[in-house]
Every structure is written in C-alpha cells, then in structure tokens.
C-alpha cells in the first residue's frame, strides 16, 4: 500500500512565526514601500533633468538657479535621509522588531506609527529625548 505524498509547502502558505509583523502592519508597510517607490521615482526625474545655470545668459538669472538647485540639493538630502529611514522601518518589520520602542521596550501605539511609520520612539520616549536634546542647547 503506497502512502500518499508529503504536502508541499507553496507560497501562499503562510508561516505565523516569520509573518506575524507584515500581516499586524499591512497598510503601514505597504505606504512605506509606496512612499519609497515615490522618493526613488522623484529621484530619478530629478537626476536626468538637470538644468546647467551656466547656460543662462543673464547673470541674475544663473544666481537664481544656482538658489534652486541648492534649495534642491537640499530637500533631496532631507529625501535621502527618509529613505534610509523607510528602509530600516521595512527592515524592522521584517525582523519582527518593528513597532517596539528602542527607548523602553513597549509597543508603540498603532496610531503614532501610522501617522510617523518610520518612528523608533513611543511619544513618551521621544518627549523625553527632545527635552534632553533642548537642555543640551
């Protein structure tokens, strides 16, 4: 008599242990994979259409785009430093550390990481370390 095959794991099966954290956040993540999409899409717009100041003729007007584009340079760090952000919050969730709190341990309310999902912090945390911060200045 021929026992029947073992049943193979698919993709669809889900494992509770490795997806406990992508099924607890599924809209955060997936705002946090849309909002990185977004920067690395502007990103490369921005890339590709540079403008030269220099071939402006009137000197007011290079002085001008010389302005913008370090306005630019700028938000584009600003940008970058988000994505880095963005991808350690991915990473986190991934390894089922996202929504604790690196200050105390806790778990951080479902409300502040969707209104700040790359958050680190509980509030309570993070009032404390800017007081802190602001005793320093």
Do not use: W
Not at 57 to 80: L, Y
Request: aromatic share 4%.
């Amino acid at each position: 008599m021929k026992t029947p095959p073992a049943k193979k794991q698919t993709a669809s099966t889900t494992n509770p242990e490795t997806s406990s954290t992508i099924t607890k956040y599924p809209d955060i993540r997936h705002d946090l994979e849309r909002q990185r999409a977004s920067l690395l899409s502007e990103a490369g717009e921005v890339l590709t259409h540079r403008e030269n100041p220099e071939a402006l003729p009137d000197v007011s007007d290079q002085a001008s785009a010389e302005v913008d584009q370090g306005f630019s340079m700028r938000i584009r760090d600003r940008e970058r430093k988000l994505l880095k952000k963005i991808d350690e919050a991915l990473e986190r969730m991934n390894t089922e550390t996202y929504g604790i709190c690196e200050g105390c341990g806790g778990e951080i309310p479902y409300k502040r990481l969707k209104a700040r999902p790359v958050t680190t912090f509980c509030i309570e945390c993070k009032t404390a370390q800017e007081e802190k911060e602001q005793a320093r200045s």
